[in-house]
């Protein structure tokens, strides 16, 4: 003020000669000229003051990241404010100073460029949480892409392999997609018409073959004890060796599988679905079994949160504890599923559960069965669905083996809407028992199914599987010189889309001269054959004498 007073006092008249008239002209003019000159002084007071702040501030920052201090936090859980960003601004300004404070603004953002920004809270790792691995630090992840990991399955100590190495394999996994990626856009448009393989695809076929010569040669002595050692030492807090277990060329994709399942749940951590100590069921006590979760089940809160579930194998009821199911076995009164028995044969038994009826039991069972499925989304509308429950039986009552469900009216024709096998009793023939009675009902119906998609990786593989025996066993039993997929399709009630990518698959559909042709590949079908004749297991087929069951009406 003292300044902008003197510099005033200098631009009034000092003269004496000046009559009154001009004196109060010039006092005028010279009034009008110092507000002007105010305004400017007011605005670079305030750009100088912020620029300062803004100044002070910058330092304030570099000397905290000198320090590798994080900003304290408001209640609101966002780092505060800067103090460039305060409005210094007194309430009565006139819209001049707000232009200026504008400028002002502008101009300091461009001094401030360099300013390091402020991450908010959830951009920032949980550094409270660690790896449950004994000696981890929590540092890589198994993807070769992420700085931390927080659970096993990213875990590169668990994974007996450093943080180092999962990055080089991420690489070179990189790496070979990319030169697969160029492969298939290679080839044309109408490749799927032409099954024949390529000289390349050939020579891959061979390598993969000689490298799997020595695979079941069995671990040598010093490995054996290399193996036993590492078990001892790490008990179940580590993986167990993997090496000259099986080829080099298994164990690498055995590798891969782990790194994107472990990518699709670090995606699933960071979108908030699964959460660091959140409430996903590890294990689950079921009978005399005690199984591993594979993925996130939507039980209640307070149960989700133990981690462990008692769950009765009769009435699937869900409880906190063991004392609670041991009490709850005293009374339980269910021996098998509730339902009508439609099969049975020998121990294995299948019952037909109407999910309007049996509502608890029906939902019951699609959790738990979400415990083992991926893409699996019904949980409590099951009142359209009918489930066939497979059963093994002895002399304590009806055990859960697998089961399927399927709409009452589906205008699609599926078959099978949603199909698991217990993790107990799977790689022992039940998943292809479950499919094959799912197409005799189908039988029954006369009508052709199909199962519902998408599928799960196990449910794709299981069936392929079904539909290239049920086509080898047709071709078998085919006597004659022209075939229709029509023909098979009404015989064995699978859908004809299903027979023509399963032909396509075993490379016995040809496009000649306009015409698609079925070919009759005698060496698979001899090799099928050789391995009916090895397992030999007839218990484990579906006899279509044995069903008991009618179409349902009206539900």
């Known amino acids: 003020m003292p300044r902008r007073r003197q510099r005033h006092m200098a631009g009034s008249g000092s003269d004496g000669t ?48 000198d320090h590798d201090e994080s900003p304290p ?21 006139s819209h001049d100073e707000s232009q200026a404070k504008d400028q002002a603004n502008r101009d300091s953002d461009k001094d401030l460029s360099h300013r390091p920004k402020r991450r908010r809270c959830h951009e920032t790792y949980n550094f409270n949480m660690k790896c449950p691995t004994p000696g981890c630090n929590s540092l890589g992840h198994l993807t070769g892409k992420h700085e931390r990991h927080f659970a096993v399955s990213g875990c590169p100590l668990y994974h007996n392999l450093s943080a180092d190495e999962c990055k080089v394999k991420a690489v070179s996994r990189e790496k070979q997609d990319e030169e697969l990626k160029g ?167 299948v019952f037909e559960v109407d999910g309007k009826k049996n509502k608890i039991y029906c939902q019951n069972l699609c959790l738990l069965a979400k415990l083992f499925l991926d893409h699996k989304t019904l949980y409590y509308d099951v009142e359209p669905f009918l489930f066939y429950v497979m059963t093994e039986a002895d002399n304590t009552g009806c055990h859960l083996v697998g089961y399927f469900s399927k709409e009452k009216n589906s205008f699609l024709n599926y078959n099978v809407s949603c199909i698991l096998t217990m993790p107990q009793y799977m790689r022992q023939g039940f998943g292809k028992m479950l499919i094959d009675f799912s197409y005799l009902l189908s039988k029954v119906e006369e009508k052709v199914g199909s199962p519902e998609r998408p599928l799960s990786d196990l449910g794709l593989i299981s069936y392929r599987s079904y539909w290239k025996e049920v086509l080898l066993r047709y071709m078998h039993n085919f006597q004659g010189k022209e075939i229709s997929i029509k023909e098979i399709s009404q015989e064995t009630a699978v859908n004809p889309v299903d027979i023509v990518s399963t032909l396509q698959s075993l490379q016995m559909l040809k496009y000649w001269k306009g015409k698609h042709l079925v070919l009759k590949r005698q060496d698979l079908i001899d090799e099928w054959k050789a391995k009916e004749v090895k397992r030999g297991n007839g218990n484990k087929t579906i006899d279509p004498s044995s069903l008991k069951w009618t179409p349902p009406k009206g539900t």
């Open 18 to 65: 000046e009559d009154s008239d001009s004196s109060a002209e010039r006092e005028q003019t010279n009034s009008s000229e110092s507000d002007g000159t105010r305004t400017k002084r007011q605005r670079l007071t305030r750009a100088s003051t912020r620029l300062s702040q803004s100044s002070h501030d910058t330092a304030d920052l570099k000397q905290a990241a």
């Open 73 to 93: 936090l408001t209640p609101t859980g966002n780092a505060p404010s800067s103090e460039s960003e305060l409005d210094i601004s007194s309430p009565n300004a």
């Open 183 to 349: 492969q298939e856009e290679s080839h044309s448009r109408h490749a799927t018409r032409h099954q024949t393989p390529t000289s390349k695809q050939s020579r891959y076929k061979e390598q993969v073959a000689e490298m799997r010569k020595g695979r079941n040669s069995g671990l040598q002595k010093e490995q054996k004890e290399k193996h036993m050692e590492h078990r001892q030492t790490h008990g179940n807090t580590r993986e167990p060796l993997l090496e000259n277990i099986t080829s080099d060329y298994d164990l690498e994709l055995f590798r891969k599988a782990q790194a994107r399942a472990s990518e699709d749940l670090e995606k699933l951590r960071i979108q908030g679905q699964i959460t660091e100590g959140s409430n996903m069921i590890k294990t689950i006590l079921f009978g005399r079994y005690e199984l591993d979760t594979w993925y996130h089940s939507p039980y209640p809160e307070e149960y989700a949160r133990l981690g462990r579930l008692y769950v009765c194998e009769f009435c699937l009821k869900y409880m906190k504890s063991q004392t609670i199911l041991r009490r709850h076995m005293a009374k339980c009164v269910w021996k098998h599923p509730p339902g009508d028995e439609v099969y049975r044969k020998g121990a294995i038994s």
